[in-house]
T-cell receptor, first 118, second 110 residues
Framework: DVKVTQSSRYLVKRTGEKVFLECVQDMDHENMFWYRQDPGLGLRLIYFSYDVKMKEKGDIPEGYSVSREKKERFSLILESASTNQTSMYLC?????????????????FGDGTRLSIL | EDQVTQSPEALRLQEGESSSLNCSYTVSGLRGLFWYRQDPGKGPEFLFTLYSAGEEKEKERLKATLTKKESFLHITAPKPEDSATYLCAVRKAAGNKLTFGGGTRVLVKP
């Protein structure tokens, strides 16, 4: 079974802090994703990465950055946390079939980090 | 703009009372429609991928179907353990991005 592990289940930080959210997957997946999930807004894609050191912006990248130095690890960084970044953050990974980057393999999710910015 | 709308927002069922959830979408060049189940405090768990109109997939009491404009998730004789939020998402021809619907919260009472 695919396992996507997010380092913290709950996190409380203060406005202006630099916040790091970590995600590790154990299935050698090429693609990794960061989403946030808010009531009434559903899941929205922040960033994704299709290879080490590669990244692409999703729908709502403002205020966030990402880092992928190793294939199994994808980090989300809040450069200067603000209260409107209080949310549930979900990491996901997917494999590439037949060396096609945009293949139709399902994304597998971690259990999320509930982040509160005070 | 791509849109995915799920209805109803919430559904209360008695155990054994079959029902259907709807996912309607407007997207050009659909490459896949995905169904996920999400339990409280957990991440979404993958259920099905549907690729083309007319396709059907089944898993236990769940059956997903796809037309050119919508997908249905049928829950047959549900049990309390089927209580969860069910999410659908679509992927376009180009790109890796999934667009998610808002989900349907299902509560099955014994």
């Amino acid at each position: 079974d695919v396992k996507v592990t997010q380092s913290s289940r709950y996190l409380v930080k203060r406005t202006g802090e630099k916040v790091f959210l970590e995600c590790v997957q154990d299935m050698d997946h090429e693609n990794m994703f960061w989403y946030r999930q808010d009531p009434g807004l559903g899941l929205r894609l922040i960033y994704f990465s299709y290879d080490v050191k590669m990244k692409e912006k999703g729908d709502i990248p403002e205020g966030y950055s990402v880092s992928r130095e190793k294939k199994e690890r994808f980090s989300l960084i809040l450069e200067s946390a603000s209260t409107n970044q209080t949310s549930m953050y979900l990491c996901a990974s997917s494999s590439v079939k037949d060396r096609v980057i945009y293949s139709n393999q399902p994304q597998h999710f971690g259990d999320g980090t509930r982040l509160s910015i005070l | 703009e791509d849109q995915v709308t799920q209805s109803p927002e919430a559904l209360r069922l008695q155990e054994g009372e079959s029902s259907s959830l709807n996912c309607s979408y407007t997207v050009s060049g659909l490459r896949g429609l995905f169904w996920y189940r999400q339990d409280p405090g957990k991440g979404p768990e993958f259920l099905f991928t549907l690729y083309s109109a007319g396709e059907e997939k089944e898993k236990e009491r769940l059956k997903a179907t796809l037309t050119k404009k919508e997908s249905f998730l049928h829950i047959t004789a549900p049990k309390p353990e089927d209580s969860a939020t069910y999410l659908c998402a679509v992927r376009k021809a180009a790109g890796n991005k999934l667009t998610f619907g808002g989900g349907t919260r299902v509560l099955v009472k014994p």
